[in-house]
């Protein structure tokens, strides 16, 4: 079987690291910038709530940027936001990316669903197509086939 591989996005990445990075800026200037007699004025649980949604508003930034997709012998392991997923290559039917679709999808044995591999999407243009193309070809060779069972599209 090839090298373990890890796939990120670098789009998203940049994004969320940009992103998070303005809103703290732009949240430490417009509290300093407000008059000392205003900022008097915000009781402690105020304060806390506005850190509270500029921390909510970070992790969701860089949440997506920093999900990733490892394809080794054993499957794969995805990681989308938060959570963590390790889908075995026996359980992969196949894997489906389609014009207009931001991120590929696997396509779980027996689920209804299929789960989007956020570590791999459309703003990176041709380096994801590129990182499907070789996912498609490791399942294949996980299953020891030209090419796998199922839809791929």
């Given at each position: 079987?090839?090298?373990?591989?890890?796939?990120?996005?670098r789009a998203a990445l940049r994004m969320g690291v940009s992103l998070s990075s303005s809103l703290v800026l732009a949240s430490l200037l417009g509290w300093t910038m407000t008059p000392q007699h205003i900022r008097d004025l915000f009781t402690p649980i105020q304060?806390?709530?506005?850190?509270?949604?500029?921390?909510?508003m970070i992790a969701m930034?860089?949440?997506?940027?920093?999900?990733?997709?490892?394809?080794?012998?054993?499957?794969?392991?995805?990681r989308n936001?938060?959570?963590?997923?390790?889908v075995p290559w026996a359980e992969i039917k196949a894997f489906r990316y389609?014009?207009?679709?931001?991120?590929?999808?696997?396509?779980?044995?027996?689920?209804?669903?299929?789960?989007?591999?956020?570590?791999v999407q459309r703003s990176d243009r041709d380096l994801a197509e590129e990182h499907v193309a070789d996912l498609r070809a490791r399942l294949a060779e996980a299953y020891g086939v030209d090419r796998p069972e199922g839809p791929s599209q």
């Open positions: 079987m090839t090298e373990p591989v890890t796939y990120r996005p304060v806390l709530t506005l850190l509270l949604f500029l921390a909510i930034a860089l949440g997506l940027g920093l999900s990733y997709v490892r394809a080794d012998g054993d499957g794969l392991t995805f936001g938060v959570r963590t997923h390790v389609r014009d207009g679709d931001p991120w590929p999808s696997v396509v779980v044995r027996g689920d209804i669903e299929q789960r989007p591999l956020l570590g």
